[in-house]
């Protein structure tokens, strides 16, 4: 009997080559004529997101009074990452700051590109996902947003924007 | 599994980065989609993703060279070691496997057939509405499955070590059935090739990913280049201190071990063990020493990971105050008697190798002696790799004070937070480290009492059996250390 899908959620596994993958992924989409790659990227995670929810998820609500508990709880039960996150209310935004990111860790020269598009389209989709299924009013519509900074780009952190809209059912 | 196997798998899964397994997967799952979308043709798909596979262990190798030196180095011992493979490609235990060799008959090496009964990869693949690499529409039945880019960078490593280790064979493996496929396992085949039989694999290779309509830009071709980096104290050392050698040693009675540092002198250093060992008369205290000091400087071999943490000003200081702490309590905590206890058992092992006057010399020391010695050597390894001993403050205490005074340590209270949160984790560190280190006390009467007849294995065995005895009890307490510290890095 093989694993399930389940009991993958309750162990670890090393990202480190899966890492060296992404780059070379996308510079073999790039080389390939993909123009569109942060998208791709971003639709990756949100494939992820969207197979994910099905074994595991946060909680069944997503607001603005538990927003930045739910993403924390992401980013430490699927990445393993303990980020600080700002919000910017003024202008709609959510700030992740992570220290030692999932998939980027080298500065590559080849390609300009974060493997953290990939988290930046998944936690959001996750989000998505929740509020859809829970259908409250409060709830909040969240998007990928940008990343500014990136250890791929060689900064010395990786930092995944979302935007965020009050709306409920949008 | 031999214990240094075990370490060797352990050391690997701590320093890794990991995630969740499912986001592993579905990562995994989401790369071959991609590469589908360019290629639209699933046959296709697998070669690249394949090639991806090896390309990204390959990398990895390269960045981390060091820990694979103390890997075997013949092709058959790197297929007996498959579960650190395995680990060091995936991150997790190799659940439920089994291998059956496979005569080939003119050739120096069988081949092997390794099956995998539960597959991360293929976990539940089919079931959900992502899934959409279709394998029922692979036309040749023959091609590789889900894992194949998990058979690339297993065989990336795998050959990485034998280029490492100087050795001119090569190792094919290749995925041979696939759960998600229909397969009942995950099996792979693994054939080792000598120089010109992997010529013409790599050629056929080349010529297979040449057919594909997509540009891959330059591939790899790793098992071609020659190493030409300056070698290094693991470099000179590898042929003995590899993994396979030391479960080998330990296997062996005092005696056995002393003959076999007695080849190892006359075959690396073309000299008598009497004549190596008479350099040191009369410099016996420096002979403690370098071995304190070479210690210090192996442990550091891995990936310099020593030496990179020293570089922190903050760390090499807490380093240097908790060394200095040692050196002063293990002479008050450790009863004379088992330092005493140690001496005897280096006395056994020089005696026979050394000079009679040399062992003599030796006998003299006491136990507080040699403890200084080697403490004496650690320390100038240490001073070597960063650590201002003589920038150290009187105690710990006074260090704070005056990084308080300069603001130096953040009063921000996220970090403290942080830190009070690992704090459990830290106190069952040092918690199990004294527990190892009460074990380890009662070591060197064992090994003396059965150094004639049995070896170090059956002495640190001799409560009941490997898992029971002093192994047993040592190797539960890392696992828990370990365990800690994959906490506290999450």
Redesign the interface.
């Known amino acids: 009997?093989?694993?399930?899908?389940k009991?993958?959620?309750k162990?670890?596994?090393?990202?480190?080559?899966?890492?060296?993958?992404?780059h070379?992924?996308a510079?073999?989409?790039e080389?390939?004529g993909?123009s569109d790659l942060k998208e791709?990227l971003r639709k990756?995670g949100q494939?992820?997101a969207?197979?994910?929810i099905?074994?595991?998820k946060p909680t069944d609500s997503v607001n603005s009074s538990n927003l930045k508990d739910v993403i924390t709880t992401i980013y430490?039960?699927?990445?393993?990452s303990?980020p600080?996150i700002e919000l910017n209310d003024a202008e709609n935004l959510v700030k992740v700051r992570d220290h030692?990111c999932?998939l980027c860790?080298y500065h590559y020269d080849d390609i300009e590109i974060a493997g953290c598009e990939?988290i930046l389209g998944m936690v959001s989709e996750i989000i998505s996902l929740i509020n859809k299924e829970s259908n409250g009013i409060t709830s909040l519509i969240f998007e990928p947003h940008e990343v500014p900074e990136s250890r791929a780009y060689g900064n010395k952190t990786c930092i995944q924007v979302y935007k965020y809209r009050i709306g409920g059912r949008g | 599994m031999g214990a240094f196997q075990w370490l060797m798998k352990k050391i690997t899964k701590v320093f890794g980065r990991s995630t969740n397994a499912l986001f592993y997967t579905l990562l995994y799952r989401e790369i071959l989609k991609e590469i589908n979308e360019i290629t639209k043709k699933e046959e296709d798909s697998l070669i690249i993703l394949r090639e991806i596979g090896k390309r990204a262990a390959y990398e990895s190798c390269e960045r981390h060279s060091n820990i694979f030196k103390f890997m075997p180095g013949s092709p058959k011992k790197v297929l007996d070691y498959f579960e650190i493979l395995w680990v060091v490609v995936f991150g997790r235990e190799l659940d439920d496997y089994s291998y059956e060799e496979i005569p080939k008959e003119g050739s120096k090496y069988n081949d092997y057939i390794v099956k995998i009964s539960k597959c991360p990869l293929c976990a539940d693949y089919g079931q959900d509405n992502e899934d959409t690499f279709n394998f029922n529409k692979l036309k040749d039945k023959k091609t590789e499955g889900l894992a194949c880019g998990l058979c690339g960078m297993l065989e990336s490593v795998a050959n990485f070590i034998l280029k490492i280790k100087r050795n001119d064979y090569r190792i094919q493996i290749v995925e041979q059935a696939c759960i998600a496929k229909g397969g009942d396992c995950l099996q792979f085949i693994c054939k080792i090739h000598d120089y010109k039989s992997w010529e013409k694999l790599m050629d056929s290779r080349s010529k297979e990913r040449n057919a594909l309509k997509v540009n891959f830009g330059e591939y790899l071709e790793e098992e071609d280049i020659v190493q030409e980096t300056k070698l290094d104290i693991i470099d000179k050392l590898q042929d003995v201190i590899s993994i396979d050698k030391l479960e080998e040693y330990l296997d062996e009675p005092l005696e056995s071990i002393k003959e076999r540092v007695s080849d190892i002198i006359r075959d690396k250093l073309n000299m008598e063990p009497d004549h190596f060992f008479d350099y040191f008369r009369n410099y016996e205290d420096d002979m403690i020493k370098i071995i304190g000091y070479l210690g210090t400087h192996l442990l550091n071999e891995y990936g310099g990971l020593l030496e990179k943490s020293l570089k922190n000003e903050w760390f090499s200081k807490v380093f240097g105050y908790i060394f200095r702490q040692l050196k002063e309590m293990t002479l008050l905590f450790i009863p004379l008697d088992v330092i005493r206890d140690y001496n005897e058992l280096l006395v056994s092992f020089l005696d026979g190798l050394a000079p009679p006057e040399m062992v003599d010399n030796v006998k003299q020391f006491t136990g507080r002696d040699t403890i200084n010695y080697l403490f004496e050597g650690a320390q100038m390894a240490l001073e070597n790799l960063g650590i201002e001993f003589s920038e150290l403050k009187e105690n710990v205490w006074e260090e704070l004070k005056k990084e308080r005074e300069n603001g130096l340590i953040s009063s921000e209270t996220t970090p403290i937070d942080k830190t009070r949160e690992r704090v459990p984790q830290i106190i069952s560190i040092i918690q199990e480290i004294l527990m190892i280190f009460n074990d380890i006390l009662t070591l060197p009467i064992r090994v003396l009492i059965s150094e004639s007849h049995y070896g170090l294995k059956t002495a640190i065995n001799s409560v009941v059996s490997e898992e029971e005895g002093l192994y047993g009890s040592i190797r539960e307490r890392f696992d828990k250390i370990f365990d800690q510290i994959e906490e506290i890095r999450k």
């Open positions: 009997m093989n694993f399930s899908r009991e993958l959620v162990t670890d596994a090393t990202m480190n080559q899966m890492r060296n993958s992404i070379i992924l510079s073999f989409m080389k390939n993909v791709r990756m494939n992820i969207k197979t994910y099905r074994y595991w430490q039960k699927i990445l393993n303990s600080s030692n999932a860790k990939i």
